[in-house]
């Protein structure tokens, strides 16, 4: 079983940052690989943000691309989202998700929720404009 538990969520105006992180713990032997998603009001889950387990390959929603960051440490087992020049579209709860351990996912990540099978309670972003 692994844990997966954010934060670092808030309310912030338009332009802020924000550091969102996520740690995970239990059975992470191999590669894996790890995501952020949001969802806002209304609106379906989207993947922000995802990374393989060596942290080679990346993934950004065009929306964020160029304002968010991702990163890991594997040897602590966290993922941190760092969200630059925020803005009210960006309000949403956003949640960290883990795959379980594969050899695919040593340099790749998948974008499908459905494939990501450890979730994290999420965490509130709120974007004042």
């Known amino acids: 079983q692994v844990q997966v538990e954010e934060s670092g969520g808030g309310l912030v105006q338009a332009g802020s940052s924000l550091r969102l992180s996520c740690a995970a713990s239990g059975r992470l032997f191999s590669s894996y690989a790890m995501g952020w998603f949001r969802q806002a009001p209304g609106k379906e889950r989207e993947l922000v943000a995802a990374i393989g387990h060596i942290g080679v390959q990346k993934y950004y929603l065009p929306a964020v691309r160029g304002r968010f960051s991702i990163s890991r440490d594997n040897r602590k087992i966290t993922l941190d989202l760092q969200m630059n020049n925020l803005q009210p579209e960006d309000t949403a709860v956003y949640y960290c998700?883990?795959?379980?351990?594969?050899?695919?996912?040593?340099?790749?990540?998948?974008?499908?929720?459905?494939?990501?099978?450890?979730w994290g309670r999420g965490t509130q972003v709120t974007v004042s404009s």
């Open positions: 998700a883990v795959t379980d351990p594969a050899p695919r996912w040593y340099n790749a990540y998948p974008e499908r929720a459905n494939e990501y099978d450890y």
